[in-house]
């Protein structure tokens, strides 16, 4: 039993990554969790966000605590790369419900969760804050910052900067975690036995660890990029709306995992239904970006000559194509979402109508699909 909130800190957080604490003094940290604030020297252009998770909006209550404590950072780090950027400092922050107080099997594991997460990427947990409610209804809410430095100093990958005739390509594999969402809902996952359960869980929330040498090389070639969180479709119309630009995706060749393929029938799932999700369903944490031909001919045939990159995946599933002036490229921040703007095509280039709904997850938008 942990007696109270500093207590707490220390038992789950404090201690992370002691060997990783040379490094973080490299990276400019001087002080870290123990006082007041961090103090971190910085230099060179820098990427920060935030995101939380919410309990039985963003994981589920029964949810293997050890994948959260990963799942935490992975959704932050995934908007770092994003931007070119890798990960360095984090903070993290709790609001814990009273059912949480005193259970130690959930925190040791997430700790752990966490604290491998962190030592994959090479990042340091610098502070944050523990807070509760006494409402016994209330979700666990997990918030992280985190901050990343620009892998090449002046470069960045950003959303308005796609071009007429790019490729549009997706790292890894798309839909899995929403077919992990949609089978837990209406509870066709106890369809399976516990190990294939347990297998199909891990690889809904993998995330690469070699993402960071795949954007230390994509960098070199590329201009435009965003991370697939909320859904392909909809995460892609933010880059055509930034960079007044359309697109032609083809559908058919959406990179689908092999063992979510495999638990269709389990579930009774029809392929295209894999497929829908594959567009428009969340949670994946990919990387979309967009380059030319010759830029994206060049990146393959860099990555054959990088062992760590040997097996990552990247797959080419459409092209950027040309839309006309409506104003929106006046507007740097501008955060519509405009699915208009794809085209969804066949192998043969034919246009085909998929129902898809919103094209992404909407946190404004009550939708269980």
Known sequence: ?????????????????????????????????????????MDGTYAITTDTLIENVH?????????????????NFSDLYA?????????????????????DSFWSAYSDGFAECLERHHCALIGGN??????????LAISVTAFGKSLVDGKSLRRDKAKVGDLVVVTGYVGTNG???KTTYNRSIRNLDSDLRQRFEQQAFAYDERMRDFVALLVQYCDCGIDVSDGLLGDLSHILVQSNCGAIIDYESLPLEPLSQSLLEDFRMSPKSLL?????????????????PKKYRALTKAMKDIPELQGFKITQIGEITEWGDDGYADYDNDLATDGGRITIVNHQGEPVSLRLGTGSYNHFINRRQ
């Open 59 to 75: 994981f589920f209550s029964h949810f293997n605590p050890h994948l959260l404590g990963a799942r935490s950072l992975d959704v």
């Open 179 to 181: 077919l992990y969402v």
């Open 83 to 103: 931007m070119g950027a890798e990960p360095q400092f984090v903070t993290l922050s709790l609001n814990i419900p009273v059912r949480y107080f005193d259970f």
């Open 130 to 139: 523990v807070t509760h409610t006494s409402n016994k209804a209330a979700p």
């Open 276 to 292: 829908k999700m594959a567009l428009s369903g969340g949670g994946d944490y990919n990387l979309l970006f967009t380059l030319s």
């Open 1 to 41: 039993m942990v007696s109270d909130e500093f207590a707490f800190i220390h038992q789950y957080f404090a201690h992370l990554n002691p060997s990783f604490g040379k490094e973080a003094r490299k990276m400019g940290l001087e002080l870290g969790i123990g006082d007041d604030a961090a103090l971190v020297r």
